[in-house]
């Protein structure tokens, strides 16, 4: 496949500077400190895309709360922009999550997919609760995924494909520290 190896130059625009996600984050991590004082969390990262997002998140949720880190990885047969709405496990949990108070930590939900396939897989495990935070959602949800809830969302964002901390364009740019546009002429090899 010919590709273009994204830099700075190909930025259009910033949508979310560093410290918009950081305020973000602790907003987040506070309201989740909130409703799990009493309860232990079961992390379930969703790797490559919300590991930034998930260790700045962790990283600010009251100590005392204990916290298990989980890592579970899922490869779409889509192109870099869409899923194409097929899913492989790459990577599953390492422990069982029965009676577990599930926290699923996500970059994006684009058209639903992704969360309702991770949804389905781990609710069959019995755990007690399973909540959902995700960094970003987009308004591109399936009518069938309509009702999916995130309970703890960073930002809605318009329809762009959008890249950096964590989020890629074939695997690159995941560690720019902001999340940015592409011009459009950057796609067009
Ligand atoms: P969904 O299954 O369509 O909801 O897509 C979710 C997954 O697609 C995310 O976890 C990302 O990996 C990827 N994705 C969706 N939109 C974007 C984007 O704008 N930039 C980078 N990856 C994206
Ligand atoms: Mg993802």
Redesign the pocket.
Known sequence: MIMNIPSQKDIEKILLNKNQIKKKVVELAGLISEDYKNKEIYAVI?LK?AENFAHDLISKINLRIPIIKDYFMLS?YGNAF??SGKVKVVLDLGQSIKNKDVLII??????????NYLLTVLEARGPNSIKVSSLLN?PTRKPEFKDLKIDYLGFNIPN????GYG???CQYCRNWPFIAVLKEEFYQV
């Open positions: 969703v895309g779409s869409e899923s996500e970059d994006i939900i684009d058209s639903g997919f992704t969360l987009k762009y494909f959008v890249v989020l890629d364009y």
